[in-house]
């Protein structure tokens, strides 16, 4: 199909998996992992307000903009501030980010 992307996870165990999103599903990639059987946790649903949907951001992709909101939140957890952290929920999944490769971040771990 078309408009599968591929994106590269890794997960916390340092497992690799690839996984396909459709692009005209209006998902996120927190939403996309999700329906790929990955453990984020995401407890705020998507609204930037939890953090345990940080991912680190591993290739050079260029996403969109980051909100005061979810710059404010990155903020907020020390752990979070790492070069290419992100609010997985914030990033729209499109075209530009066919081939993504991205880290879930520690906060996503479900069983914490
Ligand atoms: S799911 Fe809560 S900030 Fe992304």
Same mark, same amino acid.
């Given at each position: 199909m078309d408009d599968l992307i591929t994106i590269h996870v890794t997960d916390l165990k340092g497992q690799e998996h690839e996984i396909q999103a459709p692009t005209?599903?209006? +998902?996120?990639l927190m939403e996309a992992m999700k329906a790929n059987e990955? /453990? %984020?946790?995401a407890t705020c649903g $998507?609204?930037?307000?939890?953090?345990?949907c940080n991912c680190i951001v591993k290739s050079d992709h260029d996403l969109p903009e980051m909100s005061e909101n979810e710059e404010d939140m990155l903020d907020e957890?020390?752990? +979070?501030?790492?070069?290419?952290?992100?609010?997985?929920?914030?990033? /729209? %999944?499109?075209?530009?980010?066919? $081939?993504l490769r991205v880290q879930l971040g520690e906060l996503t771990d479900p069983e914490a």
């Open positions: 005209d599903m209006g +998902l996120n990955l /453990p %984020v946790k $998507g609204m930037a307000m939890c953090a345990t957890a020390f752990v +979070l501030d790492v070069e290419g952290s992100r609010l997985s929920c914030q990033i /729209p %999944v499109s075209k530009h980010i066919d $081939g």
